[in-house]
């Protein structure tokens, strides 16, 4: 059965261009989480009304909750002028180009290596720019669980870029400007490259306050004031869990240089047994000689 009655649209008859003024529908609340959605807006009528439909049976007193859309939590604060209690699926953290590019030049400072300095590292950021491999800015964003498991491919294809050598800087402009990511990352280049994603993350980490000084605000501040800090602290619960995706990132490149070596070695293994196995055949092939002759004799 419908949750809400059909309201008619203002448009022509059979319209499909919006947007719509939907008074009503607005007076449900919204989730970010799937399951807690239990409704559906859609058009009926051949298009010319829209309806709300419960997904499921619904128990008494139970809260009828839709979709604002994918917001994360600053947004809602921002649009709708609130936040949700539980974390935001969809909350992101965003990063400027000359955040990215600074961290590069602070990191390679103690290392001795590339960017080196802010002019090669700005060179760099205008090579990946022209390649079409530098967005606006880079997000960090939260999985449907609201954390993130992974570098994001831009950015750890920029950090590449920033930290690589020279030559290699010559040869990735030769291959076009390709993207990196993670199946390009080897052993030599795997501590300049998690370093500076480290230095991006404290970096970021300095926007926000600590969580006891979240904690630590007066009783008696505004609403406002209260979500705005809810905001703040997801967003830095945010960037700690990119933080352990890049511990993660390490980890994962040493498991993967492990089994290299143990590849190796196996292939070297099995390079002596058959070596082994080639000069048992001639000693075989010597006994057998042998023996013919003492039958011949």
């Known amino acids: ?32 989480h799937e399951a807690e959605r239990c409704t559906t807006l859609a058009r009926a009528n051949d298009g010319d009304a829209f309806e709300m439909r419960a997904k499921r049976d619904l128990s008494v007193g139970e809260e009828a ?14 649009t709708y002028g609130f936040v949700e209690s539980s974390r935001n699926p969809y909350s992101t953290v965003m990063l400027t180009r000359e955040e990215v590019a600074a961290a590069a030049v602070a990191n390679s400072a103690s290392l001795k290596k590339q960017p080196g300095d802010a002019k090669t590292a700005e060179a760099r950021i205008q090579a990946l720019e022209k390649a079409g491999r530098l ?3 880079f997000t960090l964003r939260a999985d449907g669980d609201g954390k993130v498991t992974k570098v994001p491919e831009a950015l750890l294809t920029a950090v590449q870029v920033l930290v690589m050598s020279k030559e290699e800087f010559g040869e990735w402009l030769a291959a076009g400007g390709i993207e990196l990511g993670e199946g390009f990352l080897d ?18 980490l300095q926007r926000y306050p600590s969580a006891k ?14 979500m705005c800090k809810a905001v703040k602290e997801e967003e830095r ?52 000689a042998k023996k013919r002759r003492i039958d011949l004799a």
């Open 1 to 32: 059965h419908s949750f809400c009655p059909c309201l008619s649209t203002n448009g022509p008859q059979g319209s499909a261009v919006g947007p719509f003024h939907l008074p009503l529908f607005d007076l449900l609340n919204h989730s970010s």
């Open 65 to 78: 909750l839709w979709s604002y859309g994918s917001h994360g939590a600053a947004e809602l604060l921002r």
């Open 135 to 137: 967005p606006v800015v």
């Open 187 to 204: 052993e030599e280049s795997l501590g300049s490259v998690v370093g500076c994603l480290l230095k991006i993350s404290d970096s970021c």
């Open 213 to 226: 000084a979240f904690s630590s605000g007066s009783s008696s501040q505004s609403s406002l004031g209260l």
């Open 237 to 288: 619960q945010l960037i700690l869990e990119f933080k352990k995706a890049v511990f993660l990132l390490a980890v994962a490149e040493e498991d993967v240089g492990e089994e290299g070596e143990e590849e190796e070695l196996l292939e070297e293994e099995e390079e002596e047994d058959e070596e082994d196995e080639e000069d048992e055949e001639p000693a075989q092939d010597t006994r057998q």
